[in-house]
């Protein structure tokens, strides 16, 4: 139990435009789920966490107009990476929270790289 | 602001021996403490959750103690296993959680 899928594993794409990356709970609901980026050999950094139904919360730092995230069910995340950047190449992973429950089950994380 | 450190970078174990990890953190009274398993380019496993209130737990060769006088927790594996070289993560708190570096465990045969 507790499955977390992101779709897609990894992507390639031009500098400008946008990806959008999915992060589904498959056996559980969960009212809050969290994006992340880690760079090599550093910890996760917490992106933004994403409540069903109502605005995401960003970290310091985090541009939310340029990483929109849409929480549209209890199952369902997205994470938009508008207009990228080389910089923005990083390896992404969402995690869900089941409700009641204080432990995040990830997904398998999305790796970005953009040219 | 929060710190979290855990205790070295790497930690060599030979097969059979008990590892034992370290987190230390500080500024931060969290009522919640947890342990992940990342494995390279995957995202972290869930392996265990402490409350500020119990001591320890287990879950099979998992053990996990918490110390909130010493803000310190520890984290060992009995009778290890090649297949428990990892990354291990340190991680605080309940509505939002803050994770450590981690400590690659690598355990030889």
């Known amino acids: 139990g507790a499955v977390v899928s992101q779709h897609p594993s990894w992507v390639i794409c031009k500098s400008g435009t946008s990806v959008k990356i999915e992060c589904r709970s498959l056996?559980?609901?969960?009212?809050?789920m969290f994006w992340y980026r880690q760079f090599p050999k550093q910890s996760l950094m917490l992106m933004a966490t994403s409540n069903e139904g109502s605005k995401a919360t960003y970290e310091q730092g985090v541009e939310k107009d340029k990483f929109l995230i849409n929480h549209a069910s209890l199952t369902l995340s997205t994470l938009t990476v508008t207009s990228a950047h080389p910089e923005d190449s990083s390896f992404y992973i969402c995690?869900?929270?089941?409700?009641?429950?204080?432990?995040?089950?990830f997904g398998p994380g999305t790796r970005l790289t953009v040219t | 602001s929060q710190k979290i450190e855990q205790n070295s970078e790497a930690l060599n174990i030979q097969e059979g021996k008990t590892a034992t990890l370290t987190c230390n953190y500080t500024n931060y009274s969290p009522a919640y403490l947890q342990w992940y398993r990342q494995d390279p380019g995957r995202g972290p496993v869930f392996l265990l959750l402490?409350?500020?209130?119990?001591k320890g737990k287990r879950k099979e060769r998992l053990k996990v103690t918490f110390d909130t006088t010493l803000k310190q927790s520890l984290f060992h594996i009995t009778a290890s296993q090649p297949a428990d070289s990892a990354t291990y993560l340190c991680?605080?708190?309940?509505?939002?959680?803050?994770f450590g570096k981690g400590t690659r465990l690598h355990i030889l045969p």
């Open positions: 995690s869900a929270r089941p409700i009641q429950r204080y432990e995040q089950y």
């Open positions: 402490i409350r500020e209130n119990e």
């Open positions: 991680a605080l708190g309940d509505d939002k959680i803050i």
């Open positions: 056996d559980f609901q969960a009212t809050t």
